[in-house]
């Protein structure tokens, strides 16, 4: 790694500003413009992005079999492009489609958030499944299919509906048909959050009943009597967590009103609260306090991802200013504590994309090798929100995640202010 010396957090900033090339920020439900990333489909990128796979393909001119490269610039169509017929107009909003001209089955159940199959199925399409323009289809899991194949489930008693809108629920309960890319456009929620909040891994696959927590940020107004300990039990998240999130000293007491974030749990516990690590208990003060052991030093940062560290910090002749921390590409990056993104973009020398955080009195901590870059200069972020995406841009060696820690622009050891390796 190409070492670079500086004297402060400014020119840290500056070096890499000078040499960058924007990069799409937008989330995947809100991008307008989407760069084919390696091992991305069409499918694939419809099912994240909202949009069916036919209107993406109509809107770049794609023909069969629908090939995509690494690299492609795709528009994505964020308005219909087609009307509707006018005997036959649409009503998603009741439960049916009407079909346009050029959709398809397939593209029809990627924009309706619900696999193929059960679209078929619920329409009584048989192989190779043709529809027909102005045909209308029953959306499964809107309103009932009054047919056949389907009258003894009619007559069962109806699941009661949910009180929470899909833009507010934390616990969704998979419904038949459903598919994780569906739920996320309608929970607002990013999918490859909620795939990591439940340990989902690829193809991402859910089942009718299965119960998927729904990341999202949440606060709380401290009242009198919450203690670390109750703020721990009551939200299933760490107390160390919450503290980290908030720039707070986790042996410190509350402060009534105070509001605090509680971030994203990033390791749910398994079983049990003695995971939940909440604030030591207060004990009695001893009679000689000299003799009382000095407190463990608290973590400064938390980890931006979970991996083996290829390379670690050194210095002398075989210097490295960091951590290179390998991890599936793909896999989240998240910002090792609260602070404002002080540049966000690509750095054509050796980091390739590139984030930087500054997270005030002198520190700044730098994520680099991403494939992805997810947030935007001046952006305020939580600790543990996502900034970017594990990747083999500049010099990476693989996969992995290059890592820095810096205070008033010199390089210090990451481990020195890390918790243990997760």
């Avoid at 009679?287 to 463990?296: F, G, I, Q, S, V």
């Avoid at 960091?322 to 989240?332: F, K, N, S, Y």
Wanted: net charge positive.
């Amino acid at each position: 790694m190409k070492h670079i010396r500086l004297s402060t957090a400014a020119t840290f900033v500056t070096l890499f500003s000078a040499t960058a090339v924007p990069v799409l920020a937008a989330s995947p439900d809100q991008e307008t413009v989407h760069v084919v990333q390696s091992g991305e489909t069409l499918n694939g990128i419809a099912n994240r992005a909202g949009v069916s796979a036919g209107e993406i393909a109509r809107a770049n001119g794609l023909a069969a079999p629908f090939v995509v490269r690494a690299g492609q610039k795709l528009a994505i169509p964020r308005g219909r492009t087609t009307k509707p017929a006018a005997t036959a107009p649409s009503a998603d909003s009741a439960g049916f489609h009407v079909v346009r001209p050029g959709e398809t089955l397939s593209g029809i159940a990627s924009h309706a958030g619900v696999s193929s199959t059960a679209l078929a199925q619920a329409n009584g399409l048989k192989a190779p499944f043709v529809v027909r323009i102005g045909q209308k289809l029953q959306i499964p899991g809107a309103v009932p299919v009054q047919t056949a194949s389907r009258v003894a489930e009619a007559r069962q008693p109806a699941a009661p509906a949910s009180a929470v809108s899909p833009a507010e629920e934390t616990v969704h309960i998979v419904q038949p048909g459903e598919t994780l890319g569906g739920i996320a456009v309608r929970a607002k929620v990013p999918r490859v959050l909620i795939a990591e909040a439940n340990g989902l891994e690829p193809p991402y696959i859910v089942k009718a009943g299965q119960k998927l927590r729904l990341p999202r940020t949440r606060h709380h107004a401290v009242a009198a009597g919450d203690t670390g300990f109750s703020l721990a039990m009551k939200y299933g998240v760490p107390w160390e967590q919450i503290a980290t999130a908030n720039n707070l000293d986790p042996d410190a007491p509350l402060k009534s009103g105070e509001s605090l974030l509680i971030p994203t749990l990033l390791n749910p516990p398994q079983t049990g609260v003695s995971k939940l690590n909440p604030a030591p208990t207060p004990s009695a003060v001893p009679a000689e306090p000299a003799a009382t052991p000095a407190p463990a030093k608290a973590p400064r940062f938390g980890w931006p991802v979970s991996g083996p560290v290829r390379r670690g910090y050194a210095t002398g002749a075989n210097y490295h200013d960091g951590l290179d921390i390998q991890a599936a590409a793909g896999t989240m990056v998240r910002a090792a504590a609260a602070g404002t993104v002080k540049f966000a973009g690509k750095e054509k020398d050796q980091f390739g994309n590139l984030v930087v955080i500054d997270h005030g009195d002198g520190w700044y901590t730098a994520y680099g090798f991403l494939s992805r870059v997810t947030v935007k200069e001046g952006a305020k972020v939580a600790a543990g929100e996502r900034i970017g995406l594990v990747g083999s841009t500049g010099l990476a060696k693989g996969s992995e995640l290059h890592f820095e820690v810096r205070q008033d622009g010199s390089p210090v050891d990451p481990l020195d202010e890390l918790p243990k390796a997760p």
